[in-house]
């Protein structure tokens, strides 16, 4: 009997592990050139939003996005299908709905058989039809590790657009993903991970976040964004530098995949990424223990959506995600910045 391919062998990160760490993203991002006027582009990467926005000029906006990664599992349907719903996450991030899909995609052709590339793209032909859009065409390259990921457009009413960068003092804070995944994940690929907890991650990656088109609906609701690589405490602190706020947290709050993910953290299944995380901003973190840390740097593909929400919409905003499925207890609240600046508190209340 011939052993399975095990994808996850082929990639030295795991996912959104993957992705560049956001000190040494800063840098790369530094530019000395004199941009042009924005015109009708209304969101680019000032406030490092999940994707870029322009305006029609109609009332509505067209959203680009792309994102693509490493592999995060062994199976390769599976991959495609997360990799694609990750994609995806920054459309509905935004408030958007998508429109369509190009795939990106890199194989090592002397590595890996070309069947297996073809059930990666099948996977994330999938998740696109879920989300009611075509896989429209793509691009592909040979490639030393497997590459998969999309380039998708979405459009939004311009009224019920969400950004990172508009949240409000007094906000209470909603995550509709437990977190974990990067753990589960490391778990697996270390040969950790029992039986019985493999579905964990698989099912909450694969889990479309098209609840943002319908928290956007909600006026109360001043801030959106989606939590992957950089972990939870990374994309809360680009909410709070980019509305000048600040932010407690409290880890009693934080949704979990499972208690199996403290055993596996304790055991040392600990994404690289995460270490990685914690140097790059873990000077804007105070009373975070070292298992915060790990927990709330722990880079997350296809995670939840990070919602800010004004008191006013806390009960509609309650009953939509009660009604998906979505934890619905806050995980912190927005509060006004101090001569410290964009900072977070961590707390055990």
Not at 40 to 54: E, F, I, M, Q, T
């Amino acid at each position: 009997m011939q052993t399975p391919t095990k994808l996850t062998h082929f990639s030295h990160g795991a996912g959104c592990g993957c992705k560049i760490a956001p000190d040494n993203l800063s840098q790369l991002l530094r530019s000395e050139l004199s941009a042009p006027p924005p015109g009708k582009l209304l969101v680019g990467n000032r406030h490092s939003d999940d994707a870029a926005v322009y305006d029609l000029g109609d009332g509505r906006g067209i959203i680009s996005t792309t994102d693509f990664f490493t592999p995060i599992v062994d199976d390769p349907f599976d991959f495609g299908r997360i990799a694609a719903a990750n994609a995806l996450s920054d459309i509905y991030a935004m408030g958007g709905t998508p429109m369509m899909a190009i795939a990106i995609f890199g194989w090592p052709i002397d590595k890996l058989p070309l069947e297996i590339g073809r059930q990666v793209i099948e996977g994330g032909r999938d998740t696109c039809h879920r989300a009611g859009i075509h896989l429209a065409g793509g691009h592909s390259i040979d490639t030393q590790e497997p590459i998969f990921g999309l380039a998708a457009s979405g459009s939004v009413a311009l009224e019920h657009l969400k950004q990172n960068s508009t949240a409000e003092v007094g906000d209470s804070l909603y995550l509709t993903k437990p977190i974990g995944v990067g753990i589960l994940t490391t778990a697996e690929k270390r040969g950790l991970l029992a039986d019985q907890h493999r579905h964990l991650a698989v099912d909450s990656m694969l889990k479309l976040n098209d609840i943002g088109v319908r928290l956007a609906s909600i006026s109360g609701v001043t801030a959106m964004t989606d939590v992957t690589g950089f972990g939870v405490l990374g994309h809360l602190l680009e909410v709070c530098r980019g509305s000048g706020v600040a932010a407690r947290l409290n880890m009693r709050a934080l949704p979990v995949l499972d208690d199996c993910v403290h055993e596996y953290r304790e055991r040392g299944a600990v994404p690289g990424g995460s270490a990685r995380n914690w140097r790059s901003y873990g000077a804007a973190v105070t009373g975070a223990n070292a298992a915060d840390q790990q927990l709330l740097c722990d880079p997350q593909t296809s995670g939840g959506l990070l919602i800010a929400v004004r008191p006013e919409a806390r009960d509609s905003v309650v009953a939509m995600l009660d009604s998906a499925g979505c934890g619905v207890q806050p995980i912190g609240e927005l509060l006004a910045q101090d001569a410290a600046g964009a900072r977070i508190e961590v707390v055990h209340q």
